[in-house]
C-alpha cells in the first residue's frame, strides 16, 4: 500500500538519489515539482515531477519507482496525477524501449523539426552519443496529444 503526496523539502535528498540511482537527468530536481509515492512504512517508492525549461517547454521526468515497486501501478499513479494537475503541451524523453509504456498515456513520437529547441538540442546530443557508444537503446521526445 502507498499515498501519493507532494514531496517537501525533507524528500529533497531521496529524490535526488533516486533519480541518481536510475542515471536519470539530474538537472533541475526542484523538490517543489515532485509528488512522492509514499509506502505504508514511511519509505518513498516513487516520484515524478514536471520541469519547465528556459524555452518554456514543459515535460514529465524524473519519473522513478524502487525496483521492490514496480508493477505495482505506483508510476502510473504518478503520472495520472500529474497529467491530471498539468494541461496544455507535455513532452517527456525516455529510451526507445518505454515508448510504449507513455503511448498509453496518451504520448505520441515527435519528429525533430516539430520539437521545442531544448528538446532539438538534446535529441542531437543523444543522437550523437548513440552512433559514439554503438549503443542500440536510442531515445524518444513523445508530446501528450490530448
Given amino acids: 500500500m502507498y499515498t501519493l503526496r507532494r514531496a517537501t523539502r525533507a524528500d529533497a535528498r531521496i529524490i535526488r538519489s533516486l533519480v541518481n540511482q536510475e542515471h536519470l537527468n539530474p538537472m533541475n530536481l526542484d523538490w517543489r515539482h515532485f509528488i512522492v509515492a509514499e509506502s505504508a512504512q514511511g519509505q518513498i517508492v516513487g516520484c515524478g515531477q514536471v520541469k519547465t525549461h528556459s524555452d518554456g517547454s514543459r ?14 501501478g505506483v508510476g502510473k499513479a504518478i503520472i495520472e496525477t500529474l497529467l491530471a494537475e498539468y494541461t496544455g503541451d507535455l513532452y517527456l524523453t525516455c529510451r526507445s524501449s518505454l515508448g510504449v509504456f507513455y503511448m498509453r498515456f496518451g504520448f505520441r513520437v515527435v519528429e525533430e523539426a516539430s520539437m521545442p529547441p531544448y528538446f532539438r538540442r538534446l535529441s542531437r546530443l543523444v543522437r550523437w ?7 542500440k537503446e536510442g531515445l524518444l521526445v513523445m508530446k501528450r496529444m490530448e
Fill in 59 to 72: 515535460e514529465l521526468a524524473s519519473l522513478v519507482v524502487v525496483p521492490g515497486w514496480r508493477l505495482r
Fill in 129 to 135: 552519443l548513440v552512433r559514439l557508444l554503438h549503443s
